[in-house]
């Protein structure tokens, strides 16, 4: 079982930078997926940015070259590095932990990011 509590949401500008990151308790496994989601009202959960197994990095288009996923294995947490926000980042971002081996998603709460002027 992985819990994940994420943290570090907010109101920011156009063009600033917030991290977020996700702390896991529970042990997250070497061939486990983990990530970022966002839901933005009216819309469907969509894939910011995940690492997968091996350590390659994915990012949704919209953001690639903005944001950052990395790991703290040591801490067992996970960041989303967000930089140069744009009002269509604003949403509620999720992490994800996703264990192919027993087909299932772990999720936290989710975080509320807001960029406005």
């Known amino acids: 079982q992985v819990q994940l509590v994420e943290s570090g949401g907010g109101l ?5 930078s917030l991290r977020l990151s996700c702390a896991a308790s529970g042990s997250i496994l070497r061939i486990d997926i983990i990530g970022w ?6 819309k469907e959960r969509e894939l910011v940015a995940r690492i997968i197994p091996g350590g390659m990095t ?3 288009d919209s953001v690639k070259g903005r ?3 990395s790991r703290d294995s040591a801490k067992n947490t996970m960041y989303l590095q967000m930089n140069n926000l744009k009002f269509e980042d604003t949403a509620v971002y999720y992490c994800n932990v996703r ?4 087909d299932h ?13």
Do not use: E, L
């Open 99 to 102: 264990r192919p081996i027993i």
């Open 58 to 60: 994915n990012y949704v």
């Open 37 to 42: 989601y966002r839901q933005a009202p009216g």
């Open 12 to 16: 920011v500008q156009p063009g600033g």
């Open 67 to 69: 944001f950052a996923v």
């Open 105 to 117: 998603d772990f999720w936290g709460q989710g975080t509320q990011v807001t960029v406005s002027s």
